[in-house]
């Protein structure tokens, strides 16, 4: 667990599975001659043999007496393509619990698109039936995301994603299909990173002076500050998502903008800072 604070917003982390991959498993591109050539990578975000250190995690956000979480991770019981991520019985819920946060504890969940592993714990299974985790929680999904996805599920690649962790908080009614720029409150809101899905987006944080920026797979790893042209297999449309990064890290270089990433490992965040005409993540 990390937590960070941004004025009066606490944003903290809690671990689903953090673990070296192979960098062509995320990234083709991340081979490890080519991590090599970055060598701020290491030892922080790339591991002696060349492979990517990667987090699966959720960031749960305090902010006016609510409480948020970004992401939710991959979940249990769930059929996949993916070994490591099928019929898990992971103990994230305790975590989350003993971290303070009880599931009936959470205001809102926003996904920031609907990947496998970033919606898993959006249910979880109840005598048979998937049911949502967090009862007492609104799910914020960008509708153009929802639209996407429910037009084309996809369930090649991964299994029944939103067959079984998306449409069932659907047809609860618990989902509020919003715009890619909502606004939580005047400390949260949306900001648009499409690209790697069709609605994808990060999540802003401002409050008393202080900024931060949840980036999604808008950035998977921080390799990608150094080569944004290196594209994820899984990307929707890669040249949008790679105009998007390039955006994205011009945007906010040199600013004090704290970047927590979706799947950075440990530490997590860090500020964008030039690397000749490339950037990196300062810690």
Known sequence: MADWQIGDVKVTKIIEEDAPVPGEFVLPD????????????????????GWLKM?????????????????????????????????RSGPFLED???????????????????HVDHVGWNTMLVDGKWVPTFPN???????????????DPDEEHFGPVIQ??????????????????????????FEPTHGHTAGHISVRISSQGEDAVITGDMTHHPCQLARPEWRCFADYDAEQAIQT???????????????????????????????????????
């Open 164 to 189: 079984d962790s998306v449409r069932p908080v659907i047809d609860a009614g618990l989902a509020d299909l919003v715009d890619s720029d909502h606004r939580v409150n005047d400390e949260v809101w």
């Open 30 to 49: 991340a081979q490890a001659d080519k991590l090599r050539e970055i060598p701020w990578l290491s030892p922080n975000f790339v591991n002696e043999k």
């Open 137 to 151: 929680a609104r799910y914020l999904f960008s509708r153009t995301e929802w639209e996407s996805w429910e037009k």
């Open 55 to 87: 987090s699966i995690h959720a960031l749960i956000i305090e902010t006016q007496g609510v409480r948020i979480m970004v992401d939710t991770c991959l979940g249990n019981d769930k059929e996949r393509t993916t070994k490591a991520w099928a019929m």
């Open 245 to 283: 990064r390039w955006d994205f890290y011009g945007r906010y270089v040199d600013k004090p903008v704290l970047v927590i990433g979706t799947h950075f490992a440990p530490p997590t965040a860090g500020y964008i800072v030039p690397d000749g005409e490339r950037y990196k993540l300062k810690i």
């Open 96 to 114: 989350l619990a003993a971290a303070g946060f009880p599931r009936e504890s959470i205001d809102y969940v926003i996904c920031t698109h609907l």
